[in-house]
Each structure stands twice: as C-alpha cells, then as structure tokens.
C-alpha cells in the first residue's frame, strides 16, 4: 500500500509540473500573438488587405456576407461553429482512416502488438492494482453515475438547455462505439490474469465514455468560470483523467493502442457535435 501511495503521488506530481510547463508555453504563445496582432494592425499590410478586401466584397457580394458570417469572431455561429465542423470532420476521417488502416494495412497491427509487448517490462501486481482502479472511472457503472448525478445538478440549477447534448454526446458516442465493436469485431490481446472483457475491442468503451462524459462535464464547469486560468485548469485535469482512463486499457492488456485511439476519436467527434448542440440551445438557436 505504501509503495502504491508513493506511484501515485509521484503520477500526480508529474502532472502538477506538466500543467506548468504547458500553461507557460501557452501564455507565451499568447503574448506573442497579441505582438503579433499589433504590429500587423499598425502596418500597410492591413490597409492593403483593407482595400483588397472591399474591393473582392464589390466583386463577390453574396460570396463575400456568406464567408464573413462564417468567419465572425465573437459570435458562435460565426468562426465557432465553422472551427467545430471542421474539426469534427477531421476527427471522422482520422476515425475513418485508422479503420481502413485496421483492416488493410499489417503495420497496425504490428505496431499495437509491439507497444502492448513493451508494455510488459512495466506491468507489475502493485502498477496493475492502481491502473484497475483508474480503470474503473471510465467503466459503465461509474459514467452512468455521474451522468445522472450531473443531470439532476442541471436541472436543480436551472441547466436543462444542457442535459439534452449531454445525453445525445453520450449515445452516440456508445451507438458509434457498439457499432464498430461488432462490425470490425477485432480480438482483444491476451489478458493479464484477474482481468478480462467480453466485447470486442476496437473500438475501445472506457475511451469513448471518459471523453463524451468527462469531456462534457469539464466543458459544463468551464463554460460558466471567469478567467482563462480557471478553464484551463478544468481542462488540463479533465484530459489528464481520460489519458489516465485510456492509458489503463492498454497498461492492463484490455486494448491495443489503436482501440484506444479510435474511442478517443468517436468521444471527441460526439463531443463537438455536444457543444455545438449546447451553445446553440444557449443562445435560442434551436
């Protein structure tokens, strides 16, 4: 127990330290974006831009408002919303492009294999016991738990206009997630003692869950906060939680890399589409 305790509190400082170092890079980043930003507005570029800019709106003018509305900062139908497709449709065809390599390619495979290998030479009864744990977080009974704990939050809280993406982020994610489970009915590694599953592996349940629930949950308590340093502070631990979930699937020989990669991928793009569901019922779109 004692030598479990200190893993553990080893794990967390790493973290602490790791969240440092990336919110500094991050307020570097932004320092030097709004340099950036003021000498470009002080310069001749921007009046060049300006003038190139009217006369293409003059060319173009349907054109032109229709890009414009899609491109409006500080308005969520603007540039929000087109970042949030964009991605999420990245998100599908990296989801897309890892199955076809799951079912064409061999060096998947091989590589999954490879890293569950070397995963060996780090599993021991003590780290197996405290990734069990972990585990469990992203496991159907905990998530269902705390979705339904956080629904009845909301609507105490007078919320409800985020209880419907909440629950449609969560079924579809695991709708998805099913669906490839049986259709690609991939076998899962060889099972360390004590611990086994029962559905196919790819993709991986645990990932999928921890980022639609936890990733939903962290956008909830974020959304609501006042200062950039709070939310990242929601948002780091909330990552960090889910790496933690995703990273015990492989730890324990439950999942291969690739499962894991996918429901993180599933989890994201159910998650985008949670946002966009949420921010628009917050502002009387739909």
Not at 260 to 276: D, I, K, Q, T
């Amino acid at each position: 127990m004692t030598w479990t305790l200190i893993t553990l509190l080893a794990m967390v400082t790493l973290f602490v330290v790791l969240r440092t170092v990336i919110w500094q890079c991050l307020l570097l980043i932004s320092s030097l974006s709004r340099k950036s930003i003021t000498v470009f507005n002080q310069s001749k570029t921007r009046e060049d831009l300006s003038a190139q800019g009217s006369k293409i709106r003059n060319l173009f003018p349907q054109a032109s408002r229709l890009l414009e509305a899609r491109l409006k900062p500080g308005q969520f139908s603007g540039l929000t919303l087109t970042l949030i497709v964009i991605a999420a449709i990245y998100i599908a065809a990296l989801f897309g492009g890892l199955v076809e390599e799951l079912m064409e390619a061999d060096e998947l495979i091989r590589l999954d294999e490879w890293i569950n290998q070397r995963l060996d030479s780090i599993r021991t009864d003590k780290m197996i016991t405290v990734f069990s744990w972990i585990t469990d977080l992203g496991g159907s009974t905990t998530l269902i738990a705390v979705s339904l704990v956080t629904t009845s939050l909301l609507w105490a809280q007078q919320r409800g206009h985020l209880i419907m993406p909440l629950w449609m982020t969560i079924a579809g994610s695991q709708i998805t997630t099913y669906t490839g489970k049986y259709v690609l009915a991939r076998q899962r590694p060889e099972f360390l003692a004590d611990v086994s599953a029962i559905t196919p592996s790819f993709p991986s349940g645990h990932a999928t869950s921890a980022v639609a629930v936890y990733g939903f949950i962290a956008y909830i308590v974020a959304r609501e906060l006042m200062t950039t340093r709070q939310r990242f502070e929601i948002i780091y631990w909330a990552v960090i939680l889910i790496g933690l979930v995703g990273f015990s699937r492989m730890y324990l020989s439950l999942h291969y890399t690739s499962d894991v990669a996918a429901g993180v991928l599933v989890g994201s793009f159910w998650l985008l589409l949670g946002f966009a569901l949420a921010e628009q019922k917050r502002n009387g779109l739909g």
